[in-house]
């Protein structure tokens, strides 16, 4: 079904329901009704102007979990301390993706920078991905020791809405949920860190370096 057509069957719905609730409203008392645990973020208004307007998009849920992207472990021997390069190998990547694509129009910045604000974070608000070329890092070592250099980032995740201000009139209009199951999933990610872990040196439960501690093994 074309976007135009899913917009039309859903405004004739809703004005369908607008109508219907108006005439239920003259006859019953108003009550107060339990907030659904699964209620979803509504536009301020459910009328807008599409000439303004047209698209309102809200978080649903934010997970952020830490990536390591590239790593290289390796030991530094007594007697062999000193200034090391060492090549990153890819691990993971990460994208900004919309409904799992990495394709998606500039419109939907917005929505990742309310996601930026629901999770302080500072996340990528165009389209973007980890992967690169290659990654070195250059490192000065003066104990020996198991160590890892790794690269990665703050995986941001979850659902969202998006409304279409579907038109009514020549400045009025109703929002409309596009999303055919009512939410979208997105997939962004926060600013890039570059590190180093030492097997002797346990790093902060669920930070980055933990996570890339653990790729030395056995420690």
């Known amino acids: 079904m074309s976007l135009s057509k899913h917009l039309a069957k859903h405004l004739a719905k809703r004005l369908a329901a607008t109508a ?10 108003l009550t107060a009704t339990p907030a659904s645990a699964t209620t979803l973020p509504t536009p301020p208004s459910p009328t807008c102007n599409p000439n303004v307007e047209k ?28 200034t090391y390069e060492k090549t990153l190998a890819r691990v993971d990547s ?13 419109d939907l910045s917005g929505l990742f920078v309310k996601v930026g604000f629901k999770t302080s974070l ?37 659902q969202f809405v998006r409304y279409t201000c579907a038109r009514s009139g020549p400045t009025t209009g109703l929002w409309i949920n596009t999303n055919p199951n009512g939410t979208g999933t997105y997939t ?11 097997c002797t040196h346990p790093e902060p439960a669920g930070s980055l370096s933990a996570l890339a501690r653990q790729r030395i093994g056995n420690c």
């Open 20 to 29: 219907a609730a108006v005439t239920v409203a003259a006859l019953v008392p």
């Open 55 to 82: 698209f309102w998009d809200d978080v649903v849920s934010a997970q952020v979990d830490p990536v390591v992207t590239e790593f290289i472990g390796f030991t530094v021997a007594p007697g062999t301390t000193g």
């Open 94 to 106: 990460v994208s900004t993706t919309i409904n799992s694509s990495r394709e998606f129009t500039a």
């Open 122 to 158: 500072s996340v990528l608000t165009t389209k973007a991905t980890t992967e690169t070329e290659e990654v070195k890092v250059t490192q000065n070592f003066n104990q020996s020791g198991r160590y890892g250099l790794y690269r990665g980032t703050r995986k941001v995740a979850g």
């Open 188 to 198: 962004t990610f926060a600013d890039i860190e570059i590190g180093t872990v030492v």
